[in-house]
């Protein structure tokens, strides 16, 4: 008998301490629900009253001025403007996004070329900074011109504006859940830990992610085609990758890896061998890499006095950008290896149609800067590839060329800005 009372008490108490823990948490994560939507839609509106957000949120007014007091004093996001008008009873309370005074870094870093940018919360850019990578110099030195640029970057603002945080598009393959860069192909690296490096010398929260998952990321975010929901972006430069955006959402898979499209097989028969270890990858066969390589191949060709011109004869300056330059002034051989890549790159292209049905397909990279004469190749040739109802797939260059990746970088962290996770 006793035993069964104070068992029942034991229990009473558990369930009303559960019930407790659970009230306070599901308070905890409403509010900041309601905070997010609220911050998102003083973003989206130059100015606006309290009143207007009661209206649009649904929420009441007490909540509201106890959200806009806690992101204007504790999370410095927002701004008293004044009050307007009334129209009647109590004039309304104006407030604004705080985008001035309030900072992010991006930093594409690149085989080639490191980039960086200092922008405002709406991605204005206040300064921009581009270095010679130095791959030769090794991985330390890469590292320290990182850390150089931030730290550059990061005396261009005003004394009393506040760099938020760090966003970083690297060349590589960055495991989503541990953060390691498994392989990067165009540094020669695996296994490593950047958050581990960088941490030693920056004191700025920073993320980073693949560099062509970021492009889709600002494309997302910063393009101006509002509707657009589905859509891939195609990094080709000296390999090639995709970054995939499926109902509004960047398309990770499971480790972070999803989008490695420059490994798809286009020629099962092919002799030419990846960097993978694979033979006839569409990276082996159509990467900016490939066509420097055919071309410095075929420069002793008859019909390729044009491009051995173009190249002064030396095998070791040609590249991608001058084998489109001898292809546009109609240098025989030229023409037809572009004609060769871009047949290769609308099958890819055509199974990622086919795949997700996105509506467009932005291409980025050093090979989407040769503009008209390399789109209308693949215009010409991609309904080949294409199931009938695709056949309107648009093929555009990529919205932000070469600032693709920094502002993919920029759109890393922002998203964390505005879903306070700080
Ligand atoms: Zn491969």
């Not at 035993?3 to 009303?16: C, D, E, P, Q, S």
């Not at 410095?76 to 407030?95: A, D, M, Q, T």
Request: proline content about 2%; charged content about 25%.
């Amino acid at each position: 008998m006793d035993f069964k009372y104070y068992l029942n008490i034991f229990v009473r108490k558990i369930l009303i301490a559960m019930s407790k823990a659970y009230k306070k948490m599901d308070v905890g994560l409403m509010n900041l629900t309601n905070k997010r939507v609220i911050l998102k839609l003083i973003k989206q509106k130059a100015e606006i009253s309290r009143s207007a957000i009661a209206k649009e949120t649904g929420l009441t007014p007490p909540s509201i001025t106890r959200i806009v007091d806690e992101l204007i004093q504790k999370d410095n996001l927002v701004e008293y403007v004044g009050v307007g008008n009334s129209s009647g009873g109590r004039p309304p309370v104006i407030v604004k996004f705080k985008n001035e005074n309030n900072y992010i870094i991006g930093i594409d870093l690149g085989a080639t070329y490191i980039r960086g940018c200092l922008v405002d919360l709406n991605a204005k850019f206040i300064s921009e900074i581009q270095i010679q990578t130095e791959i030769e110099k090794g991985f330390n030195h890469i590292i320290e011109k990182v850390i150089q640029l931030i730290n550059k970057l990061s005396t261009r603002k005003e004394d009393a504006a506040k760099i938020w945080e760090v966003g970083i598009g690297v060349a590589g393959l960055v495991n989503s859940k541990t953060g390691i860069i498994e392989s990067s192909p165009d540094f020669g690296w695996t296994n490593i830990n950047l958050r581990e490096e960088l941490s030693k010398s920056i004191d700025l929260p920073f993320f980073y992610d693949n560099s062509t998952r970021l492009m889709a990321l600002g494309e997302l975010n910063f393009n101006n085609k509002k509707d657009l929901s589905s859509f891939a972006v195609i990094n080709v430069g000296y390999g090639i990758a995709a970054g995939l955006v499926i109902n509004n959402r960047l398309v990770r898979g499971h480790a972070g890896f999803a989008g490695e499209f420059g490994h798809i097989s286009v020629d099962t028969c092919s002799k030419v061998k990846c960097k993978c270890g694979m033979y006839g990858c569409l990276e082996a066969l159509a990467s900016g890499h490939r066509i420097a390589s055919v071309g410095k191949m075929e420069l002793e060709h008859k019909d390729a006095k044009l491009l051995k011109k173009l190249c002064e004869n030396n095998q070791n300056i040609v590249t991608a950008e001058i084998v489109a330059k001898a292809a546009k002034e109609g240098d025989p051989v030229s023409i037809r290896i572009y004609d060769e890549v871009t047949e290769y790159l609308c099958k890819g292209i055509g199974v990622i149609a086919n795949l997700l049905n996105p509506e467009v397909v932005y291409i980025g990279g050093g090979i989407s800067l040769n503009g008209d004469f390399l789109f209308d190749l693949i215009n010409s040739k991609i309904s080949n590839f294409l199931i009938a109802p695709n056949s309107n797939l648009k093929i555009l260059p990529s919205t932000f060329a070469e600032q693709a990746t920094s502002i993919g970088a920029v759109s890393l962290v922002l998203e964390k800005v505005m879903n306070l996770e700080l």
